[in-house]
């Protein structure tokens, strides 16, 4: 009983805080203050799902008490069955309902809930690695779908044959940055080229980066120092395209605080014929840019105390590999190998995210301990 006290305890330390926050988040003054009023409800959520768990650990604990006192006492061998039959579910839901609570206490990523910027890039290989920069943007459009997220191009250059040098898209929906932070890094693709005549199977590689989605106020910008240009837009839109000049160029010079260096950060925007639209949302994305450099070390802290780097640190690691020969997907962190390629490549990737999260997850509970 003593971890379940010393559990019982840290939770019952959380209630006062908790009444607090409800409180607070009710408050005028903290309304108005938008940077700390988004930052108490974040917390007021993941303490009620805290409060949750505990309430229902404190009944299951309960249970397990009452079962006991009837089994030792009453003489009825329906109302002892009854006890028995208790005292097994909850014994079973205490040890799981710990992990779980456990996990809730050990601060989750504050960036976790963001919507993010997503950028796929055509590594090695030419044509093939456009080709198949394509072919990943469609898995991630799929799976977004799936999820009942929204999908939005900001900036896209065609491949000669196809597929995208790079795509810069944005994902909105709930938790994204949670989910989608898993695949930064490079995919390495394994199959025969449309153009190889030989049969060889050539390999090639994309990078992608995910940054979880500035706010606001996350971010401070000299918007007076940013030089606009504008032009063109290329792409699908008839004539408007060739007459209105609603592409949209920020340049904004940033001193990075991490190595004292200025930068010329450089972000485009052609989503919208509307210009104005398009300025807020290259803004939007040299927010996320920044706030990403930012971040950095942040990322790097963590990816150094952890050995397996599941989720941060070095983007230019090999993650995944694409074998289309044997329909074989490889999840190099994890030692994940399924063969259903074809599925995966239409969306079907949670399952693969799931075991990252489930590592992710045991690597936090092991720098707690610590």
Same mark, same amino acid.
């Given at each position: ?159 000669? *044959?196809? !597929? ?5 898209? =944005?994902? &909105?929906?709930? $938790? +994204? ?55 063109? *837009?290329? !792409? ?5 395209? =060739?007459? &209105?000049?609603? $592409? +949209? ?122």
């Amino acid at each position: 009983m003593a971890s379940e006290n010393s559990l019982l305890e840290k939770l019952d330390g959380l209630i006062s805080r908790f009444e607090e926050v409800s409180t607070l988040i009710t408050d005028p003054n903290v309304i108005a203050d938008q940077k700390r009023y988004v930052k108490l409800t974040k917390e007021y959520k993941d303490l009620g799902d805290i409060m949750a768990a505990r309430k229902e650990y404190v009944l299951c604990l309960q249970n397990v008490e009452n079962a006991r006192e009837i089994l030792s006492s009453e003489d009825d061998p329906e109302m002892k069955e009854m006890a028995r039959e208790e005292l097994n579910e909850s014994e079973q839901r205490i040890p799981e309902l710990e992990e779980k609570i456990k996990l809730l206490l050990v601060p989750a990523d504050p960036e976790d809930s963001k919507n993010v910027v997503m950028e796929i890039r055509g590594g090695t290989g030419g044509d093939e690695a456009a080709l198949f920069a394509g072919d990943l943007f469609r898995m991630y459009s799929k799976y977004c779908e799936m999820k009942g997220w929204k999908v939005t191009v900001s900036s896209f250059s065609e491949g000669a *044959s196809g !597929g995208y040098k790079e795509i810069i898209f =944005n994902v &909105v929906g709930e $938790g +994204v940055y949670g989910i989608l932070k898993y695949e930064s890094g490079v995919h390495r693709v394994q199959r025969v080229p449309a153009t190889e005549t030989q049969g060889r199977v050539h390999t090639s590689a994309a990078t992608v980066a995910v940054l979880p989605e500035a706010e606001a106020f996350d971010v401070e910008i000299n918007e007076g120092a940013i030089k606009w240009d504008t032009f063109r *837009s290329s !792409g699908a839109g008839g004539q408007n395209v =060739n007459k &209105v000049e609603s $592409g +949209v160029r920020a340049r904004y010079m940033w001193k990075n605080p991490n190595t004292g260096v200025e930068e010329e950060i450089l972000v485009e925007c052609t989503e919208t014929r509307d210009q104005p639209k398009n300025k807020e949302r290259a803004l939007a994305r040299l927010r996320t840019f920044i706030y990403d450099r930012e971040h950095q070390k942040y990322i790097d802290d963590i990816a150094s105390r952890r050995k397996t780097m599941v989720s941060t640190g070095d983007r230019s690691a090999k993650i995944r590999t694409y074998n289309y020969p044997q329909g074989r997907i490889t999840d190099h962190r994890i030692n994940y190998t399924i063969y259903n390629l074809a599925a995966f490549m239409d969306g079907d990737i949670q399952d693969c995210i799931d075991h990252l999260i489930v590592a992710e997850n045991a690597e936090r509970l092991k720098d707690a301990e610590m």
